[in-house]
């Protein structure tokens, strides 16, 4: 089945600086890449996504890149600021299923 | 945007009974609904697929008959851990796509259950 493997684990920026989480896919069908940011204790929350006839996509200070030659996606977060301090997944779809894989997560903490 | 409801917020049970959490979609119509678990720390793992009128399809290593789940209806999933034991203890998300969608799952406040 898919796999999605997400880098880092764990990071930290001073408030300002940027940001970057980087996941890996194994299904080369899988057509659909979300980002979903986690408070604790509450629903995740899709900021961006994006789909495999696109490389890039932004909205204001995220964007998101697809490599699908090399099966990877990236977030990009730009001028963080305390609040985006959270957990963040990637997650692909497969074209034909329903159900999406999620990466293992990375813990965002933004120092001011 | 679609909302997605989730009760209870948290549960608190004795070793051996039996919890049943709802989810229900507000102002969208879901056929399939999703069923995660999150333990502390970790990912978000997929349990079930839940069909709307048709037995729940479940992933790789999970009991269905300890994780009962029914679909009744095009905007109600239900999920019953039944003999819940310590190690149940979890983050139980359940979510949606709105028919027709593909793709973005919109997502319940979560269950958190605590078995003593």
């Known amino acids: 089945g898919e796999n999605v493997e997400q880098h880092p684990s764990t990071l930290s920026v001073q408030e300002g600086d940027s940001a970057v989480i980087k996941c890996t896919y194994s299904?080369?069908?899988?057509?659909?890449f979300p980002w979903y940011k986690q408070e604790l204790g509450k629903r995740p929350q899709l900021i961006i996504d994006?789909?495999?006839?696109?490389g890039e996509k932004k909205d204001q200070r995220i964007a998101v890149t697809l490599n699908k030659t090399a099966k990877h996606f990236s977030l990009h977060i730009t001028e963080t600021q305390p609040e985006d301090s959270a957990v963040y997944f990637c997650?692909?779809?497969?074209?034909?299923?329903?159900?999406?894989?999620f990466g293992s997560g990375t813990r965002l903490q933004v120092q001011p | 945007g679609a909302v997605v409801s989730q009760h209870p917020s948290w549960v608190i049970c004795k070793s051996g009974t039996s919890v049943k959490i709802e989810c229900r979609s507000l102002?969208?119509?879901?056929?399939?609904m999703f069923w995660y678990r999150q333990f502390p720390k970790q990912s978000l793992m997929l349990m079930a697929t839940?069909?709307?009128?048709?037995?729940?399809?479940?992933e790789q290593g999970v009991e269905k008959d300890k994780f009962l789940i029914n679909h009744a209806s095009l905007t109600l999933s239900t999920l019953t851990v039944t003999s819940a034991h310590p190690e149940d203890s979890s983050f139980y998300i359940c979510?949606?796509?709105?028919?027709?969608?593909?793709?973005?799952?919109?997502f319940g406040e979560g269950s958190r259950l605590t078995v003593l």
């Open positions: 102002d969208f119509q879901a056929t399939t």
């Open positions: 299904d080369s069908a899988s057509n659909y």
């Open positions: 979510s949606a796509t709105r028919t027709g969608d593909t793709g973005e799952l919109f």
């Open positions: 997650a692909s779809l497969r074209a034909g299923r329903r159900a999406l894989t």
């Open positions: 839940s069909n709307e009128g048709s037995k729940a399809t479940y």
């Open positions: 994006i789909r495999s006839n696109v």
